[in-house]
């Protein structure tokens, strides 16, 4: 006869063997992923024109890159882009609408398990913009105001692209302010982070103003589509 302590004993001692028989074919499973990654990681950039047909087709507007580079860093690779230029619709051959340096995007696996679609997580450095307060208040980016301006559509496609991304931050990137009637503020040496969490978005970060020469940290919560 078994009494009801032994049994409790054979079902703890199921368990862990089960949990232990897990954890050893996740081990498995991820030194095999972690391997793959590690030697297929360099291989990117043979794929550096899939890549732009990708992001020109999820953008709505001609994308191109100089260089592709991949890498594995911790449990996930890291793709470089550098030169990412993004250019205009109508005169794809013409000198680029707006140009990037360097943006790295990891995988964001969670996420992408979530939405049903490719997510990423998305470091930008260097950039350089400018936004111009219009005649009705509104501010609009000078580098890409020629695309606004001919399909309003293509500019909120891009902008919908950057927000579906999980976490999009810029570091080391310069924003001029231009405001009817005040003279031009720069906004250097800028650092922000935005996360994105459905329709709100969590944006912090600093900049360092010229004059007065004083560094201005803020954050912000807001919701709603671009």
């Known amino acids: 006869m078994t009494l009801p302590w032994q049994r409790l004993r054979y079902g703890a001692l199921w368990l862990w063997h089960q949990f232990i028989t897990f954890g050893l074919v996740a081990l498995v499973v991820l030194a095999l992923w972690v391997g793959l990654g590690r030697q297929l990681a360099p291989l990117a950039a043979d794929y550096r024109a899939g890549l732009e047909a990708r992001l020109s087709a999820a953008a709505g507007l001609p994308v191109r890159l100089a260089q592709l580079r ?22 794809p051959q013409a000198a680029p609408l707006l140009q990037i340096p360097l943006v790295e995007l990891r995988p964001a696996l969670w996420q992408s398990l979530r939405g049903i679609e490719p997510r990423l997580d998305a470091r930008v450095s260097g950039l350089a913009i400018s936004l111009d307060q219009l005649a009705d208040g509104r501010l609009q980016v000078r580098e890409l105001a020629r695309l606004g ?3 309003p559509a293509a500019l909120r496609r891009v902008l919908n692209l950057a927000l579906r991304q999980p976490q999009l931050a810029v570091s080391d ?10 003279p ?16 709100r978005h969590l944006l912090g970060g600093e900049f360092l103003l010229a004059d007065p020469a004083q560094r201005v940290q803020f954050h912000l919560d807001f919701s709603g589509d671009p």
């Open 70 to 91: 991949g890498r594995w860093e911790g449990l996930g690779p890291v793709f470089e882009l550098r030169g990412l230029a993004l250019h205009d619709p109508a005169a």
């Open 184 to 199: 031009a503020l720069t906004l250097s040496r800028l650092s922000l982070i935005n996360r994105n969490q459905g329709d």
């Open 149 to 151: 301006a001919r399909d």
């Open 173 to 182: 990137s310069r924003l001029t302010l231009a405001l009817t009637g005040r």
